[in-house]
């Protein structure tokens, strides 16, 4: 993944701002004979001769500064400012280590003549730190009490609400007691009184919310306004793997609370006479099956996936089913391009469509139903298929492996070519004969970054598929992590229905292909 640690400014340090002599006057307000703080180009320099005599560890080296009685704090860091009876507070993010930051504060008086002038620098200092983000955004908090071992509840407690009080985000928190909750809570949601769904959990809760939106009659308004975000306290956190650059639970709550709207692809499925909706991955064969047939092996952790997929690796499983295909982009060098368009679209997140708006350009968002969820272009698994689709029978199936994000993991970047709202979905097919050396080198290369490039691994862009298995009495299929019937079904795309929070505005956090 990414790098956890932001507290680095880019800038440089406090001598290197000191050098800069563009800021304006009123960047830099006195609070005190020996203190000031100034708006530097990424920071927030406070100078503070108290410093140097009660803080010489400088926050475990954390912190860029110059001198002993200098603090860089980066913008993003800040989390609130105001003043009140002639007292300055600042509320940031503070490290205590690489991986975890606590809620801190600095207060300092104010004369009574430099009011007016100190509510003007709050005022530059929120909107440098806020940006395109929103401040005191409304929050539907949602714990699973179940997830992390039954640790999600203290993490709740002890990582997350702290700075989402600092900044001001107005709370409204609920444990779920059963399974499926959170699609009856997302139903039923005044989505007026709230701007995201935050699901402090792990890939299944996120999962719940998105169709419990899609269960609305005003399904796509409610997808569109809503922000549905994780804050990782489960045992699968790929979402805010993707969309906050961690599995920290403080990293990614700091990475929601600045986080930018940005649209999100969101995929029909459609099995029997069902339809749900997929935000993040479908599987069948080795995949699906290192992850839901070892669900009694969870005392393991993480290590329960590698033992599963070594065991089916070593008997080299394979899983005989017929695929159809609606293939946009075909070529790996075709896929790199397109993601690099993508990479280097910096079009501002408030002129991007989603949050708030409605997908228009999206055929199947556009016509039909203008309320509920758009009409599905390519019928459903009963309906014929369409005579365009390409068809592949395979005998010797391996892997068949439908991404909507990069990571399915930390540090397993599956789909290094995934984007938010390409309106593609990333499908990867490995057959299953392929010798044990050289699957064994595919599953290193997923950590590695070189996944993409291995001539073995059939990579695609597409944008609907079906799925039939056959020769099988019974089986695993994974669809955002979970177990569905081991039967027939069918996907499609829908370009940017739904609304999540990035770091960007419209890239995930993990690495493209390189």
């Keep these: 993944m990414a790098s956890d640690n932001p507290f680095v400014d880019p800038a440089g340090s ?6 800069d002599h563009s800021f304006a006057i009123d960047s830099t307000l006195s609070v005190g004979r020996n203190a000031s703080l100034t708006l530097g180009t990424d920071s927030l320099i406070v100078l503070d001769e108290a410093f140097e005599k009660r803080d010489r560890s400088n926050c475990c080296g954390l912190w ?18 105001e003043i009140l009876d002639f007292e300055i507070t600042i509320q940031y993010a503070s490290p205590t280590s690489k991986t975890v930051v606590r809620a801190a504060e600095l207060k300092y008086t104010i004369e009574a003549p430099n009011l007016e002038p100190t509510h003007k620098w709050i005022n530059k200092l929120l909107d440098r730190s806020y940006g395109e983000s929103q401040k005191n955004k409304r929050a539907k908090v949602l714990v699973n009490p179940h997830s992390g071992k039954g640790s999600a509840e203290k993490w709740y407690h002890r990582d997350i609400e702290p700075l989402l009080k600092a900044a001001r985000v107005k709370i409204d928190m609920q444990k779920t007691e059963y399974r499926g909750e959170a699609i009856e809570i997302s139903e039923k949601l005044d989505i007026e009184a709230y701007d995201m769904i935050v699901s402090c959990s792990g890939d299944g809760l996120p999962h719940e919310v998105f169709n419990g939106l899609g269960k609305r009659p005003d399904a796509k308004k409610a997808l569109s306004k809503i922000a549905v975000v994780q804050l990782p306290c489960g045992s699968g956190n790929a979402m805010s793997c993707n969309l906050n650059g961690t599995d920290s639970a403080s990293l990614a709550t700091l990475a929601i609370i600045k986080g930018i709207p940005t649209p999100l692809d969101l995929i029909s499925i459609t099995q029997g006479q069902t339809r749900t909706l997929s935000f993040l991955s479908q ?8 992850d839901l047939a070892t669900e009694n092996l969870r005392w393991m952790g993480a290590a329960r996936f590698t033992y599963g997929f070594l065991v089916r690796l070593l008997d080299q499983m394979m899983y005989p089913c017929d695929i159809a295909i609606k293939v946009a982009i075909d070529d790996k060098p075709s896929i790199r391009e397109h ?12 002129e991007r469509r989603g949050y708030k708006h409605l997908l228009d350009d ?6 039909g139903n203008e309320d509920g969820l758009p009409p599905l272009r390519y019928g459903t698994i009963n309906d014929k298929l369409p005579e365009d689709w390409e068809v592949i029978h395979y005998d ?4 068949f492996y439908c991404g909507n994000m990069g990571y399915m993991a930390a540090d397993a970047n599956f789909f290094s070519p995934a984007l938010p709202n390409d309106g593609f979905m ?39 598929f079906r799925l039939t298995p056959r020769n099988q009495a019974d089986g695993y299929i994974s669809i955002d ?3 569905v019937p081991f039967e027939p079904f069918q996907a499609e795309i829908h370009k940017g229905l739904g609304t999540v929070l990035t770091k960007s505005g419209h890239m995930y956090e993990a690495p493209g292909p390189i």
């Excluded at 406090?14 to 050098?19: A, K, L, P, T």
């Excluded at 860029?64 to 400012?81: C, D, E, H, M, V």
């Excluded at 993601?339 to 408030?350: C, G, I, K, L, M």
């Design 64 to 81: 860029p500064s110059g001198t002993a009685n200098t603090r860089a704090i980066p913008f993003y860091n800040i989390l609130w400012a």
């Design 14 to 19: 406090f001598e290197e701002h000191g050098r």
């Design 481 to 483: 992590g979970e177990r």
């Design 362 to 367: 999206d055929a199947s968002a556009s016509s």
């Design 396 to 399: 010797n199936l391996g892997n």
């Design 426 to 464: 990333d499908l990867v097919t490995i057959d299953g004969d392929v010798s044990r050396i050289a699957a064994l080198r595919m599953m290193f290369a997923v950590e590695t970054g070189k996944f993409f490039d291995i001539p073995l691994v059939r990579y695609r862009k597409v944008l609907g």
């Design 283 to 290: 599987a069948v064969g080795i995949v699906a099956e290192s």
């Design 339 to 350: 993601y690099r368009r993508e990479q280097n679209n910096h079009e501002p997140a408030s």
